[in-house]
């Protein structure tokens, strides 16, 4: 971590409770953002929502309704298929070295 991410994220860290960069308004952490970056890439057109039992990645409506089997799935049940968060790290990691940025930081 470089001098400058560590002062921003001190920074960051001020008038928190606790360590946890990432807190909803009512101080609780984030612990998993999953959901939100995979909508956000859904959204962005990115990704979709598949039908968990159907061997073909068959997209879901927005109610969570297959168009093959017919069944209804719950949010927690779908399985989405798309760009996941690794896959950002990956890019930009890639774009800095190609920019002369080294891959080992301090």
């Known amino acids: 971590m470089t001098d400058n991410v560590f002062m921003l994220l001190s920074a960051c860290l001020r008038g928190q409770p606790g360590d946890f960069v990432l807190t909803r308004n009512d101080g609780k952490p984030i612990l998993d953002f999953r959901v939100t970056c995979h909508r956000a890439c859904i959204t962005a057109g990115a990704g979709r929502m598949v039908c968990p039992d159907c ?26 298929v798309g760009t996941i968060f690794h896959d950002l790290r990956r890019t930009a990691v890639r774009d800095m070295v190609r920019r002369g940025i080294s891959e080992k930081w301090r």
Do not use: F, I, M, N
């Not at 990645?57 to 089997?69: F, I, M």
């Open 55 to 80: 061997k073909e990645a068959v997209a879901l409506d927005t109610q969570g309704r297959c168009p093959e089997c017919s069944r209804t799935w719950k949010y927690k049940q779908q399985r989405y």
